[in-house]
Every structure is written in C-alpha cells, then in structure tokens.
C-alpha cells in the first residue's frame, strides 16, 4: 500500500509528541514498546481527531488499531473517507 507522506508525516509527529520520543518511528514499529499507553492512546486520538478534522468511528478506538504508524493511517484514511462532502 502507497501511503500519504504528509499523512505519514502527521502521524509520525504526533506519535513522538504523545510518546515523548526524539528519534524516528518506523512504520511498522511495535509502539507499546516505544511507550504507548492506554493514558497516550486517548490523547494520540483526540491529537489525531484535531489534526485531520475527523472523528473516529467508535468500532475503531480498540487500542490495538493504534499500535503502528501503518495501523493508524488506515484508520485515519477511513476517517477521511467516511467524512461527510461539503
């Protein structure tokens, strides 16, 4: 799957944000193990909500839909998808 560099980007910086990291994450990068907590896991949604102007279906706030960048693109993509046309 080709992903979105400035979506990627986003992600990647609000991930370090909320887990306090300097150094990059990788897409596919365990981020329990980088510090993700379920404390860090709400306030990764609600960065996420903000930066992209969507809202996360409920169906998808399970933490482990938010354990790598690659999972949280795809429910950021869905997001956007399911945003309604203006």
């Known amino acids: 799957m080709d992903m979105n560099s400035d979506t990627v980007a986003i992600i990647s910086t609000k991930a370090k944000e909320i887990l306090q990291v300097e150094d990059d994450l990788a897409d596919d990068e365990?981020?329990?193990?980088?510090?993700?907590?379920?404390?860090?896991?709400?306030?990764?949604?609600?960065?996420?909500?903000?930066?992209?102007?969507?809202?996360?279906?409920?169906?998808?706030?399970l933490m482990e839909n938010f354990t790598t960048i690659t999972k949280?693109?795809?429910?950021?993509?869905?997001?956007?998808?399911?945003?309604p046309k203006e």
């Open 72 to 83: 949280i693109y795809d429910v950021i993509r869905d997001g956007q998808n399911e945003r």
């Open 30 to 61: 365990d981020l329990t193990i980088r510090g993700l907590t379920s404390y860090s896991f709400i306030q990764l949604v609600v960065n996420l909500e903000i930066a992209f102007d969507i809202v996360i279906d409920d169906e998808k706030l």
